[in-house]
């Protein structure tokens, strides 16, 4: 039975990888990775490991591996629909069955769409009805009514009923609005109220239109919590969406300021600053990076200057630059978060802030710098070593040029003294790459998933750079245009990558998202096991679109060519990669 790919979206979203199989087996955190021994062969070494990025799990001992649906079937021994059907009871979600359902799916959907428009035109009118806690509370805060109407902001009274009576009237259940995440349910007799009551409303709004979700900031100043946030619904996955990005998209220059707060937002927006997001209620996420970067080559991070701040700062570097969008880091000081410094300092001054934002690698020394003592021989030793560790990770040799001269400078040593330490790293953290590219590539040959492509050995180079695409587009969605423009499937040589190259261009062309794809469906378990290997550990460089460029001719120049590569290591394989490249383009 084909289930609908939206609904295993839904589900994979519902269902955590790391919650699921942390269900059966002891995980712990390595990095953004969890490991444990695997539960599908004996082992006292730890080699089986799940990939939140990529929601999967992969046993460098035994060769299995999969998604949270394929984890269920091998553990629980059930089939596609049985596994789908147990998580989705775990989820306490109905598995579409047939063409009814789907239908059915579709007008609850629409009915939940027009509940949000109903309840925010609501809200809006309750907040311009006249003199009432809200306005009192936009006026002491500076907000204008052009950024009132600007966001569609709104009040939700004081009251259990307000909008639940409204809804009534307009013939929505009782359960159809608690569904929404409009309604809450009382624990003592059953009852249902208002979730949002006393608060001011930010309605989130998707990049089609529709408004479907909330966000309401307290007006009591001891209310808690501070603000409270939709749960996810049919219609709303808070770590999907970014509020104000459909209103910032339009007009960017190529630019976007993210923000931790709805009233950052809003108020940078009536200061000029029009593209300004935020993510609602939740830690920043992979796919909200994925969001950023479809609009914006740059991306400015104006988090709170606190602790958490601070931290969600680092992740969001990390997920943004491993998408290929260009980072600054606004570092303000004398003010808590952009709302308060442009009540401080003005417009100007936080304009020249954005202009003077620094890297990451300057935000990271800055931020290193701060917690030593330079002055004492010791700590000036430690920041020295530190720094020397982050400039030798930058994939870029003129960078690290860069900052070693600063370093240099900084610390009082030659220049030459301080590249050749950062050169001495670099070469390890290369060695220590490589060596474990090889040992994946080895066991990949050595173990069952060689046997799975089995033209893989005689067309090792086209097969590495077919692999490393296949990666490529499913990583990134967004250059699934742009490679099936330059290649087709039947231009793979190997013949199980150009299956699963069509399969991914296929589903995605369908309006899949790469979260649903069930590569179940389609390939058995070995197959399935060799997917998920390449998925988790394909080398990507910074600009993704130039290595699938790169990748792309590669397997054009190859051709029926049999190159004896079986031998190369990872970095002379690539050497070759980039010889015929240069080849071609001349």
Same mark, same amino acid.
């Given at each position: 039975?084909?289930?609908?790919?939206?609904?295993?979206?839904?589900?994979?979203?519902?269902?955590?990888?790391?919650?699921?199989?942390?269900?059966?087996?002891?995980?712990?955190?390595?990095?953004?990775?969890?490991?444990?021994?695997?539960?599908?062969?004996?082992?006292?070494?730890?080699?089986?490991?799940?990939?939140?990025?990529?929601?999967?799990?992969?046993?460098?001992?035994?060769?299995?591996? $999969?998604?949270?649906?394929?984890?269920?079937?091998?553990?629980?021994?059930?089939?596609?629909?049985?596994?789908?059907?147990?998580?989705?009871?775990?989820?306490?979600?109905?598995?579409?069955?047939?063409?009814?359902?789907?239908?059915?799916?579709?007008?609850?959907?629409? %009915?939940?769409?027009?509940?949000?428009?109903?309840?925010?035109?609501?809200?809006?009118?309750?907040?311009?009805?006249?003199?009432?806690?809200?306005?009192?509370?936009?006026?002491? %805060?500076?907000?204008?009514?052009?950024?009132?109407?600007?966001?569609?902001?709104?009040?939700?009274?004081?009251?259990?009923?307000?909008?639940?009576?409204?809804?009534?009237?307009? @013939?929505?259940?009782?359960?159809?609005?608690?569904?929404?995440?409009?309604?809450?349910?009382?624990?003592?007799?059953?009852?249902?109220?208002?979730?949002?009551?006393?608060?001011?409303?930010?309605?989130?709004?998707?990049?089609? $239109?529709?408004?479907?979700?909330?966000?309401?900031?307290?007006?009591?100043?001891?209310?808690?919590?501070?603000?409270?946030?939709?749960?996810?619904?049919?219609?709303? %996955?808070?770590?999907?969406?970014?509020? @104000?990005?459909?209103?910032?998209?339009?007009?960017?220059?190529?630019?976007?300021?993210?923000?931790?707060?709805?009233?950052?937002?809003?108020?940078?927006?009536?200061?000029?600053?029009?593209?300004?997001?935020?993510?609602?209620?939740?830690?920043?996420?992979?796919?909200?990076?994925?969001?950023?970067?479809?609009?914006?080559?740059?991306?400015?991070?104006?988090?709170?200057?606190?602790?958490?701040?601070?931290?969600?700062?680092?992740?969001?570097?990390?997920?943004? %630059?491993?998408? $290929?969008?260009?980072?600054?880091?606004?570092?303000?000081?004398?003010?808590?978060?952009?709302?308060e410094y442009i009540k401080t300092y003005g417009r100007e001054r936080f304009s020249m802030l954005i202009n003077r934002s620094k890297t990451p690698t300057e935000y990271q020394l800055d931020k290193l710098k701060e917690t030593l003592d330079l002055t004492d021989t010791a700590q000036k030793m430690e920041y020295s070593d530190k720094s020397s560790d982050i400039i030798a990770r930058l994939p870029s040799k003129i960078e690290r040029e860069i900052y070693a001269g600063m370093l240099a400078k900084e610390l009082e040593i030659s220049v030459e003294t301080v590249k050749s330490d950062i050169e001495r790293r670099r070469r390890n953290i290369e060695k220590a790459e490589q060596r474990r590219t090889v040992s994946d590539e080895q066991r990949a040959i050595a173990g069952s998933t060689d046997r799975v492509n089995v033209h893989r050995r005689e067309n090792l180079l086209a097969a590495r750079a077919e692999e490393t695409l296949i990666v490529i587009l499913y990583r990134n969605p967004d250059l699934l245009h742009d490679i099936c423009d330059k290649i087709t499937p039947q231009d793979f040589i190997t013949q199980f990558n150009r299956e699963v190259f069509e399969f991914i261009t296929d589903s995605l062309k369908n309006d899949s998202s790469a979260q649903s794809l069930s590569f179940d469906e389609k390939f058995d378990g070995a197959q399935t096991s060799k997917i998920m290997f390449l998925l988790n550990t394909a080398v990507l460089s910074d600009d993704t679109r130039s290595q699938a460029n790169d990748c792309i001719r590669t397997i054009k120049l190859q051709g029926n060519k049999k190159i004896d590569a079986a031998k190369l290591d990872a970095k002379e394989l690539m050497s070759l990669i980039k010889k015929e490249t240069e080849k071609d383009e001349h």
């Open positions: 039975m084909a289930i609908d790919s939206s609904f295993i979206s839904e589900l994979k979203l519902r269902c955590p990888i790391e919650e699921v199989i942390g269900s059966y087996v002891t995980l712990k955190r390595a990095g953004s990775r969890y490991v444990a021994c695997c539960p599908f062969h004996n082992e006292k070494t730890p080699s089986f490991t799940v990939f939140t990025d990529t929601s999967s799990y992969y046993c460098f001992g035994c060769g299995a591996g $999969g998604d949270v649906i394929t984890f269920i079937m091998n553990r629980e021994n059930l089939d596609y629909v049985e596994a789908v059907r147990l998580l989705a009871e775990r989820a306490g979600l109905s598995v579409p069955e047939n063409g009814e359902a789907t239908e059915g799916k579709k007008q609850n959907r629409e %009915r939940m769409l027009q509940m949000h428009r109903l309840a925010a035109r609501h809200y809006y009118n309750n907040l311009i009805a006249g003199d009432n806690a809200c306005m009192r509370y936009l006026a002491k %805060r500076g907000l204008s009514m052009s950024s009132v109407r600007r966001y569609g902001l709104g009040f939700a009274k004081d009251s259990f009923d307000d909008l639940k009576n409204l809804l009534l009237k307009n @013939g929505y259940s009782l359960l159809e609005m608690e569904s929404a995440g409009l309604l809450a349910k009382s624990r003592k007799n059953g009852s249902f109220y208002d979730k949002f009551r006393n608060r001011l409303m930010f309605p989130v709004i998707d990049l089609r $239109g529709n408004v479907i979700a909330f966000s309401g900031r307290t007006l009591d100043p001891d209310g808690i919590p501070k603000y409270m946030n939709s749960p996810d619904t049919e219609i709303y %996955r808070k770590g999907n969406i970014l509020f @104000g990005l459909n209103l910032a998209k339009e007009k960017n220059d190529g630019m976007l300021i993210l923000c931790e707060g709805n009233i950052d937002v809003v108020m940078l927006a009536q200061e000029g600053f029009r593209n300004a997001v935020a993510p609602l209620g939740t830690a920043f996420t992979t796919e909200q990076a994925r969001k950023i970067s479809q609009y914006a080559k740059t991306a400015v991070i104006a988090f709170d200057s606190d602790n958490a701040g601070q931290k969600a700062t680092n992740k969001a570097i990390e997920y943004l %630059r491993s998408l $290929g969008v260009s980072v600054r880091v606004l570092q303000m000081q004398g003010a808590k978060d952009p709302d």
